[in-house]
């Protein structure tokens, strides 16, 4: 299982920052969100991994238990990054329209041109 | 436990969907209310810094929940002093908006820069680690949205930029939390500064490649150099009342590197050791060197300025990385001069680029020629740090802060030789804008001709009509620098407390932790 996680967070992680180096809008987009699906899985470890166990407490009885942190940081990263995930697209079509390009690099004339924007 | 300190993000946080509900169609109404959120939260920032006069700290636990449990707020004398200066900056910003039309030219202006300032503000006065990021993907998305205002290619295309930046900004900031989480258990930034420094010397290593992951996400924030790019492109094409808005926003990194490198991972903590100090010096360094270096190089008036802001980022992580109360001090200070003179400049600057367009060349002389010039000179002479501005106290205070340093020739040769590079950069734009335009061989460039730039050379024939909130707004930002000039002594003395009270954090943590 912890192989099996690691191996998950580390593949998202190389694929996310490959695609996130790439020239086009649209692979730099995929690999965000390559890279914050890696980052979900790894907050959600990082309150150690445990199978089948319930995120609460019980005072009744000696049974393990999962600590119930993590979860609530990972929805609330999944929540953050979704949202930054639809702007990051809107914002990328519009440039791609208003341009007729989507180079994520600035063109030269790009620069030159920059200050009456 | 007193509600005043969470009036800061809930007010803004309930005109802003106000303003995007109820009057969205009402630009008047809109900008009415505006001015209001921003005038109360002055009142309240003042409020607030007079109750941490006296040293001490107060909690808000949002619920009651007792602090590990739940987050809390905390108000020190640091978080009141950049409330304050936060607010003091956003009324003169919102002003010139007004009066330079820049909030009509697209929409929702009022609404984000509401969200905007719920965003810094609530980074500025939260206690928990977590949080801090919430608040930071507040204001960067509130940001986003400002960045593109009033769109056009160019803007869209940077402001794409500065989004993937800061996107990976967060997904590394994300992973710090988790690393110093599933080390000590705890995000509350107190408890995180006890379980830190109760830490076994043999458990380390993970906690170290947090605190550096944390340093990098704030360095970022901060645009130090090997991670400033995104800074100039952002700045030079953000709208110029947004980018003297953003003049606070790489404070909030500078900000965060002080409030975690004094209380979790201080000057006393072992875990900590050779951790920020020994980095962030000769990356400052370069920051500086790079930014004033900038300055000389530009074409263009709005990258002078973002690289203006740049150089004096380097100057203040100088000034904080050396770990010293009295450097801090000296940061805290220089913390002040430079949000209010990057925010001038840019204002400045967005005065000259709508008048005869932001090429640092010879053109016409425009309207208002005079008065723009001398606020160009003044935020210059205040950049530059040449006295009588505070500037100049500003970096006479950074430089006395570094005599007991190792580095201290180094720091000394790099602030002033970068001054002299910025004052040369700085009186070459001053003199190509304002100066060559009364040069009578200066033709108006064929391609601006439809533009009323090329009339005729006398502008006292053909006014155009004088925004004046503008120029008051200007003004405003230059008062402040002066106030901050004379004011020196009190404000010092303010800022050495608050450095006192950073180095003693067994106050913070106390505050904090204790049941109510």
């Known amino acids: ?117 | 436990m007193s509600h005043l300190i969470i009036l800061p993000i809930v007010l803004p946080a309930l005109v802003g969907p106000f303003i995007l509900m109820a009057i969205r169609f009402h630009s008047d109404l809109q900008r009415v209310f505006s001015i209001a959120s921003v005038v109360l939260l002055n009142l309240i920032a003042v409020t607030l810094l007079t109750r941490t006069l006296d040293g001490s700290i107060e909690v808000y636990r949002l619920g009651d929940w007792p602090a590990p449990f739940g987050i809390v707020l905390v108000l020190d004398r640091l978080s009141a002093m950049m409330v304050l200066l936060t607010t003091v900056l956003a009324l003169p910003v919102l002003l010139y908006a007004i009066g330079s039309g820049w909030d009509t030219r697209g929409r929702h202006f009022h609404a984000l820069f509401q969200f905007q300032l719920m965003g810094i503000l609530g980074a500025f006065l939260t206690g928990d680690a977590f949080n801090l990021f919430v608040f930071f993907e507040v204001l960067l998305i509130a940001s986003y949205g400002l960045m593109i205002h009033g769109g056009g290619s160019v803007r869209l295309r940077a402001g794409v930029q500065y989004v993937v930046y800061n996107l990976i900004g967060s997904s590394l900031f994300l992973i710090a939390l988790g690393t110093l989480y599933s080390v000590t258990g705890t995000l509350n930034m107190a408890d995180l500064a006890v379980r830190v420094a109760t830490l076994p010397a043999e458990d380390t290593s993970l906690i170290r490649v947090g605190a550096v992951l944390l340093l990098l996400v704030f360095a970022i924030k901060a645009a130090v150099l090997p991670l400033h790019f995104w800074l100039p492109a952002s700045y030079a094409n953000a709208p110029a009342p947004v980018a003297a808005l953003f003049a606070i926003m790489t404070k909030v990194g500078a900000y965060a590197i002080i409030r975690m490198y004094t209380l979790v991972f201080g000057p006393d903590v072992p875990v900590a050791e050779g951790l920020a100090g020994d980095w962030l010096l000769p990356a400052a360094l370069l920051t500086l060197a790079a930014g004033s270096i900038g300055i000389l190089g530009t074409r263009e008036i709005g990258r002078l300025v973002a690289f203006g802001a740049i150089a004096s980022m380097g100057t203040l992580l100088i000034a904080i990385a050396l770990f010293t109360p009295q450097a801090t001090a000296a940061a805290l200070y220089y913390t002040i001069h430079s949000t209010l003179t990057a925010a001038l400049l840019f204002l400045v600057a967005d005065l000259v680029m709508e008048r005869r367009g932001g090429a640092l060349s010879p053109r016409p002389v425009m309207p208002q020629n005079g008065l723009i010039a001398a606020l160009f000179f003044a935020g210059a002479i205040a950049m530059a740090g040449m006295p009588p501005l505070s500037g100049f106290v500003g970096k006479l205070l950074v430089m006395d802060a570094a005599r007991g340093d190792a580095w201290v020739w180094t720091i000394w040769a790099v602030i002033l030789i970068t001054s002299l590079i910025t004052i040369m950069g700085l009186s070459r734009a001053g003199s190509l804008v304002f100066w060559k335009a009364h040069d009578r061989s200066v033709t108006p460039p064929e391609t601006e001709e439809e533009t009323d730039i090329g009339q005729p050379l006398t502008p006292e024939l053909a006014p155009e009509p004088v925004p004046g909130l503008a120029f008051v707004a200007a003004f405003a930002l230059l008062a402040g620098l002066v106030l901050l000039t004379v004011l020196a002594g009190p404000i010092l003395k303010f800022t050495e407390a608050t450095a006192a009270q950073l180095y003693a954090p067994a106050d913070y943590i106390q505050s904090v932790l204790q049941r109510p």
Not at chain 1, 30 to 55: E, H
């Open chain 1, 1 to 117: 299982m912890e192989l099996l996680l690691a191996s998950a967070v580390g593949i998202l992680t190389a694929g996310g920052i490959y695609l996130i180096l790439r020239q086009r809008t649209f692979p730099v987009i995929i690999g965000l969100s390559l890279l914050s699906y890696a980052v979900n899985l790894f907050l959600f470890a990082t309150g150690r991994l445990a199978l089948n166990q319930p995120p609460i407490l019980n005072k009744y009885a000696e049974v393990g238990y999962t600590d119930p942190l993590p979860q609530a940081l990972v929805l609330t990263a999944i929540v953050i990054s979704f949202g930054m995930t639809a702007v990051v697209l809107m914002m990328a079509l519009s440039a791609y329209l208003a341009s007729k390009d989507d180079r994520i690099d600035m063109t030269d004339s790009d620069a030159q041109g920059g200050e009456d924007a």
